[in-house]
Nanobody
Framework: QVQLVESGGGSVQAGGSLRLSCAAAGRRIGSWGMGWFRQAPGKEREGVAAIDPDGTTSYAASVKGRFTIAKDHDKNTLYLQMNNLQPEDTAIYHC???????????????????????????????WGQGTQVTVSS
């Protein structure tokens, strides 16, 4: 069993920055694929970024160049550095993990890493409870 606990959310003005953390307990996540998702009120969940155990990253087009995903194996923690935040980034942000490389997930060759994580995390992975990010104009 793995528990994922997000923190670091808050309220900022447009152009500001936040760093989200996702602390894992129960297992070492060094060999796990992980990612960040967000869901705004009335909208579908959106994959934001993903990272494989070897450090390979991928991002949604809407955040590329502004967000950076990283993993600290010593601290067993996943991060999302968010810069130049915009009102459309307002959402609840969740981290997710699966006990494998994202590239090794079924059908992963036909999906982005974030899509592959979203498709399989409910089957054998874990979600965090979420942290609210609010960006005002």
């Amino acid at each position: 069993q793995v528990q994922l606990v997000e923190s670091g959310g808050g309220s900022v003005q447009a152009g500001g920055s936040l760093r989200l953390s996702c602390a894992a307990a129960g297992r070492r996540i060094g060999s796990w694929g992980m990612g960040w998702f967000r869901q705004a009120p009335g909208k579908e969940r959106e994959g934001v970024a993903a990272i494989d155990p070897d450090g390979t990253t991928s991002y949604a087009a809407s955040v590329k160049g502004r967000f950076t995903i990283a993993k600290d194996h010593d601290k067993n923690t996943l991060y999302l550095q968010m810069n130049n935040l915009q009102p459309e980034d307002t959402a609840i942000y969740h981290c997710a993990s699966v006990p494998t490389y994202l590239r090794d997930l079924p059908d992963s060759k036909n999906m982005t890493p974030v899509q592959a994580l979203a498709a399989h995390v409910n089957g054998f992975g874990y979600w965090g409870q979420g942290t609210q990010v609010t960006v005002s104009s």
